[in-house]
């Protein structure tokens, strides 16, 4: 992206400030997979009491979090319940299958939540001919769902289906301070039903990489054997947990300011004609835009904006996203949102 360019593509772009840079030169480090290094282990304690958990590990990325959990809690041959549209399905590069030799049952949900009743039909019985039932995974906010936030309720009755047939629960907090901060209901509220939950350091927080992996002492442990088999026990990341120690103190409040930015975002470009979010509810900072009725491709649009500097994803022929973060200001978002309108109405009459 060129300098003054406006990054709508995704909050995994955020760059970090010059003030979480000068934090993290500042850091103290030492051997983190000796359990060494005071800046890592501050915030796996700080995740831990945040997320209500006994205790945490930092991994490298979101991706290893899910992945780590999936092989502690399945064996090969294993099912998960997931809804169609989650990261561990499409985003995983097969992951799950690949790495624990687990099957995942996708279930039809809407914007990317599952009801306890679906999740109920879905659970096989127990028996030697299918794969055996054994995780239920739940994505806070979920991505391809729009940034759609999982009620209380409805994880609390996914939950209970879920216990009642001694399944575990992993859930996928990529945005879980998203749902937070937007619905007002605490990170350890939405995690006590889970037995591992993980939060990205390196989209809306704007660390430039980093996760933490949160559960009870005993899963931790589990997942410290594969931290170190897969590569990915670390030497001096301090220097990198200090980001995600600036970012919770200074970064998790002002994701308000994001979902602020998204649905103004979405007011603008609806003025255009044709134009429809999916869904039409902008609850945090992700927004799915649907093209179809404009008669104009998304990949058009897409390059078009890309010549006037904005980044705005095409996600289908239909269907673009843009996602609003740290790095894009309100001023930016009323621009975007102006000129995706112009650019469909050159586009229609060329
Ligand atoms: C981004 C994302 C991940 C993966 O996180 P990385 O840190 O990019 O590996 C997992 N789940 C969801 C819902 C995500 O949006």
Redesign the pocket.
């Known amino acids: 992206m060129q300098e003054g360019s406006i990054n709508l593509y995704s909050d995994?772009q955020t760059r970090p400030t010059a003030a979480m840079r000068r934090f993290m030169a500042e850091a103290e480090v030492g051997d983190e997979q000796h359990g060494l290094d005071p800046s890592v282990n501050q915030l796996c304690e700080q995740v831990a009491e945040l997320l209500g958990k006994e205790a945490a590990v930092f991994l490298p990325?979101?991706?290893?979090c899910?992945e780590i959990a999936i092989l502690v809690h399945c064996k090969a041959g294993d099912e998960i319940y997931a809804d169609h549209t989650a990261?561990i399905i499409n985003?995983e590069g097969g992951g799950p299958s690949a790495l624990a030799g687990a099957h995942i049952q996708p279930l039809a949900g809407r914007n990317g939540i599952y009801t306890a009743a679906m999740l109920a039909r879905a659970i096989r019985q127990e028996s030697r001919y299918s794969p055996r039932p054994r995780l239920v995974e739940v994505?806070q906010t979920s991505?391809l769902g729009g940034g759609a936030i999982w009620p209380l309720e409805t994880i609390e009755a996914v939950a209970n289906v879920a216990k009642a047939h001694s399944l575990r629960l992993h859930l996928?907090g990529?945005?879980l301070l998203n749902a937070v901060v937007e619905s007002g209901v605490a990170a350890y509220t939405f995690a006590q039903y889970f037995d591992s939950v993980w939060i990205?350091l390196?989209?809306g927080l704007g660390c430039p990489m980093g996760?933490v992996l949160a559960g009870s002492q005993n899963f931790i442990e589990e997942v410290w054997y594969w931290k170190q088999r897969i590569g990915g026990a670390l030497r001096q990341a301090g220097i990198v947990a200090a980001a995600g120690l600036y970012a919770l103190e200074h970064h998790v409040e002002r994701l308000a300011e994001d979902h602020i930015n998204a649905r103004r975002f979405g007011e603008i470009i609806t003025q255009c004609e044709g134009v429809r979010l999916q869904p039409e509810t902008i609850e945090t900072n992700i927004v799915f835009i649907d093209v179809a009725e404009t008669g104009v491709s998304a990949n058009a649009i897409s390059q078009q904006l890309e010549v006037r500097g904005i980044n705005i994803g095409a996600f289908t022929d239909t269907m673009l996203r843009a996602v609003t973060h740290l790095d894009v200001s309100a001023k930016q978002v009323e621009k975007a949102g102006t000129a995706f309108g112009e650019v469909i109405t050159a586009l229609r009459n060329a």
């Open positions: 995994t990325s979101g991706t290893m899910n990261h985003f994505e991505n996928d990529a945005r990205d390196s989209k996760a």
